[in-house]
């Protein structure tokens, strides 16, 4: 909802309707638990306190101390849960939780319905006269051959080539090929990596871009609106397509369509056992990087922002939304011609359990901007480009290159995951207080 803009009936319902739940989860303890709610909410906050306190400490230690750690992890919620038992409270507990809980939900809901982004406009176009696909066979465990996707490709006019080697293709040689023979689309059926790969060719020489979302995320997919659960329904844009402006990215002169990771996340990756044992390589490894003895000493720019020394920092094409952790995964827009950054810096487990509060979090700083230099005390670092690990000279400049990128959808797709926005009881007070917006035709 823009700034100023009045309530929808539903959006201001929903916000009564938290606050009335909010409410209620506090009179319950008061009303059931009396001069108790207040041992109450001290034996809960602190075991909280404890758990964060146990998380940080196994994130950050090897060895006995990591085991101690994880033992307290669980036994400090255990030891609250068996005092709410003794003193015959669960079930005031386990109410009041409920309501709280509905509380939230209703809340987060009215703000979703406020914030509700506008959807990126599309154009109608007609079928491509000669499209051409890239498909990696070994991509998100072999989907191209479990969806028929080939044979679904030809059979709707489509020249397919299969990344099966020998050795390494050139994935964009291969698409600069296709293009001097006449092809009017690329598509590509393949992980984020590949599909950056041929979306930068697209650009170049201005024809559209199908994703096929045959990779194991999928996230550039997620973003488009796409459906991730059947990789062959993006074909159904050859006979029955939409066209989308997008933005494109550039780190270190190397395309990317959903972002760059530096520091802790972009080191653990490049290390060899990571692939074969990926849990034990990261425990095995973060606590020096999360303690600082280990790794770059980087220095994130974008405009005046300037963040120093953060474990890891990360740079996507179009801000994510940051709700919530999960708010991690999706952006609402790909057409905004900005940067999103994401630092983040943590020193103690007061800042790692603050992490949960989203973009209020001390220990998270967020910017948006139109280039991101990214610079270290060592000549080069591990970089991760759309989930791809490579090592890049410093400084490393990001770039957004606006509505770079001409996309052809399916007309009818399951559309952009519905923004998740963070949960302030300042506007959800608001919402519930304010008039509503009149109805289309009303006097």
């Known amino acids: 909802m823009r700034s100023g803009a009045l309530p929808a009936a539903g959006e201001r319902w929903l916000a009564r309707l938290s606050l009335l739940t909010a409410a209620g989860a506090v009179v319950v303890l008061l009303l059931f638990a009396g001069l108790r709610t207040v041992v109450l909410l001290g034996v809960g906050a602190g075991g909280l306190v404890v758990t964060a306190a146990a998380v940080w400490w196994a994130l950050t230690h090897h060895g006995a101390r990591r085991m101690l750690a994880l033992v307290l992890t669980v036994s400090a919620p255990a030891l609250v849960l068996t005092q709410y038992v003794r003193h015959h409270v669960t079930w005031i507990v386990a109410l009041s939780g409920v309501l709280w809980l509905s509380a939230v939900v209703t809340g987060r809901s009215a703000l979703v319905r406020a914030d509700r982004p506008v959807a990126m406009p599309e154009s109608p176009v007609l079928p491509p006269r000669q499209p051409f696909m890239i498909m990696n066979p070994r991509s998100g465990g072999g989907k191209v ?13 489509a020249d397919v080539a299969l990344l099966e080697g020998p050795g390494t293709v050139d994935v964009a040689g291969l698409a600069r090929e296709a293009v001097a023979k006449g092809a009017d689309l690329l598509g590509v059926a ?19 871009l199908l994703v096929i979302p045959a990779g194991t995320r999928n996230h550039f997919a997620l973003d488009l609106g796409l459906d991730r659960d059947d990789p062959s329904k993006a074909l159904e844009a050859l006979r029955d397509g939409a066209e989308l402006r997008v933005d494109l990215g550039r780190a270190g002169g190397r ?4 972002n760059v990771s530096f520091g802790a996340y972009a080191e653990v990756v490049q290390n060899p056992s990571y692939r074969g044992g990926k849990t034990r390589t990261i425990a095995d490894m973060l606590p020096d990087y999360l303690m600082g003895h280990r790794g770059a000493h980087l220095t994130a ?10 474990q890891a920092v990360l740079v996507s094409n179009n801000p994510y939304g940051m709700g919530d952790i999960a708010g991690l995964g ?9 940067l999103g950054v994401i630092g983040v810096k943590v020193s103690s487990a007061g800042q790692a359990a603050g992490l949960l509060r989203g973009q209020r979090s001390a220990g998270l700083t967020r910017s948006t901007g139109r280039t991101v230099t990214v610079d270290a005390d060592l000549p080069s670092i591990p970089v991760g480009i759309d989930g791809e690990a490579l090592t890049l000279p410093v400084p490393v400049r990001c770039e957004v290159r606006p509505l770079a990128l001409r996309v052809l959808v399916p007309r009818v797709r399951p559309g952009v995951p519905e923004p998740r926005p963070p949960l302030d009881w300042r506007r959800i007070w608001r919402l519930a207080l304010r008039p509503v917006r009149p109805r289309r035709g009303a006097p």
């Open 145 to 157: 051959e479990r969806f028929g996707l080939r044979e679904k490709a030809e059979a709707l006019g």
């Open 190 to 208: 393949g992980g984020d990596g590949t599909q950056a790969v041929v979306a930068d060719v697209a650009a170049a020489y201005d024809v559209p």
């Open 255 to 258: 395309p990317f369509v959903n």
């Open 301 to 310: 720019r974008t405009g005046a922002v300037t963040m120093t020394g953060p």
């Open 330 to 338: 999706r952006r609402p827009y790909l057409n905004g011609g900005v």
